[in-house]
């Protein structure tokens, strides 16, 4: 039976750490769904669609993991969604010691809803470690350039749309 995994997030765009860490869990596991979440609560700068699209585009660029990976948008809680997609773990990144106390909790939380639910969690290589959405959006928002940060069929992709950057 294949290794199936799922790498959520908002992906509010997605970056070269996202990237890195796709392309490390494509080495790990038989395929990877990757879970771009709804997140209103978190008031995306782009569109569920847009999102999904931009890892699309992310994915096109790396031939050599794209068949191993399908992008599914998604509603409900991860837990749930990796019961529906018959996947047993998760894979997070963590950049920092910052991130960890969240993603921890986190984990636990998720194992809580799905017993069967295990949480990997992979560090990006170090020229990558300080990439992160937030940081993506705030130099959009003053008009900064991003090429260095994310994909560059997401860069374009992102300075198609009829957004303020």
Known sequence: MPKIAIYPGTFDPITNGH???IERACKLFD??????????GKNPLFSLEERARMVNLAIMESQNIA???CVHPFENLIAEFAKEQGAKILVRGLRAV?????????????????????????????QNAFISSTVVRSILTHSGEVAHLVPKSVKDYMMSLDKRF
Not at 31 to 40: C, D, E, M, R, Y
Not at 107 to 125: C, D, F, K, Q, V
């Open 67 to 69: 068949s191993k990976i």
């Open 31 to 40: 395929g990877l769904i990757i879970a771009v979440a709804k997140s209103s």
């Open 19 to 21: 990237l890195d860490i």
């Open 98 to 126: 910052s991130d960890f106390e969240y993603e921890l909790q986190m984990g636990y939380a998720n194992a809580s809803l799905n017993r069967e639910l295990e949480t990997i969690y992979l560090m990006p290589s170090l």
